[in-house]
């Protein structure tokens, strides 16, 4: 594994003391009209006990994804870190599949299903067949939105593998959803790939990334990645700015259930015997 470099947040010079009110332009305009910089910190504030336990474990890439073999990273412990974070533009968290101090054993895969026009119907029972495949190979799938026109399934698994053997198995899952399912599955956009759902799992190789559970996305109206259970995936299209800012901290303290309360319990290792029915 490469040596990894670490960019440590730097300290922010006063007012910021991690509070909404402290942080200095508050009123500077975030990435849609009606949203300013004290909007965002107030957010992640209110989301503390949700975002913070996603963050504080994993590196968080920066600049995202920056194609690198091994891409700097940040690292926030707590909630004055996401402040800082914040305070500095960096607002929409993408982690690492690896949390510290073995970065070097990933401890998740993630699916990423891709629509570039094709209706919400198609991507709801994508996801479904996605799931339907792991769920047989012994691995159970949660399910979150990206805040944008897609969805991520992630699997949580035990720190036993490298990355290589991660990235290895996820981009089979990939291939052999496009080769069972071709009439659902892509493997890449395009024009071919037209009313079908591209399968992804670049996330999975060393140094990429994937956008936290309960992050803002960096784009207008600031959608929310929002973890769902399975049997939320209704009539309702929950893509792009269904859950958002203004409405999540709200929606998620009034939530019975948390759709993610199994994962820490559901980790698997992954065996010889799921490889080998990937490949037929």
Do not use: C
């Amino acid at each position: 594994m490469p040596p990894l470099r670490t960019t440590v947040n730097p300290a922010v010079p006063s007012p910021v003391r991690g509070a909404a009110l402290d942080i200095s332009l508050p009123e500077r305009v975030a990435e849609a009209p009606g949203h300013t910089k004290r909007d965002v910190v107030q957010y992640h504030e209110r989301m503390a006990p949700w975002l913070v336990p996603q963050l504080a474990p994993r590196p968080i890439a920066s600049p995202p994804d920056a194609g690198e073999s091994a891409p700097p990273f940040i690292r926030v412990a707590d909630m004055a870190g996401v402040v800082r974070a914040v305070q500095n533009g960096h607002y929409e968290f993408r982690t690492w599949g690896a949390r510290f101090p073995r970065l070097e054993r990933p401890d998740r895969i993630v699916l990423g299903l891709a629509v570039a026009d094709a209706p919400w119907g198609v991507l709801r029972d994508a996801a479904q067949h996605a799931r339907a495949l792991l769920e047989s190979l012994g691995l159970p799938a949660f399910l979150k939105t990206t805040g944008g026109s897609g969805l991520e399934i992630v699997v949580a698994i035990t720190r036993r593998h490298q990355w290589s053997e991660i990235a290895e198995f996820a981009h089979a899952v990939a291939r052999h959803l496009v080769r069972s399912r071709p009439t659902v599955f892509a493997a890449a956009a395009g024009p071919d790939a037209r009313g079908r759902v591209v399968v992804g799992a670049r996330s999975n190789d060393l140094g990429r990334s994937a956008v936290a559970a309960y992050s803002l996305r960096a784009r207008a109206g600031l959608p929310v990645s929002m973890p769902i259970a399975w049997s939320d995936l209704g009539d309702v299209d929950l893509r792009g700015g269904h859950f958002g800012i203004d409405g999540v901290p709200a929606f998620v303290a009034a939530r019975r259930d948390d759709p993610w309360a199994a994962y820490e319990q559901s980790r698997r290792t992954l065996s010889a015997a799921m490889r080998r029915a990937l490949v037929g």
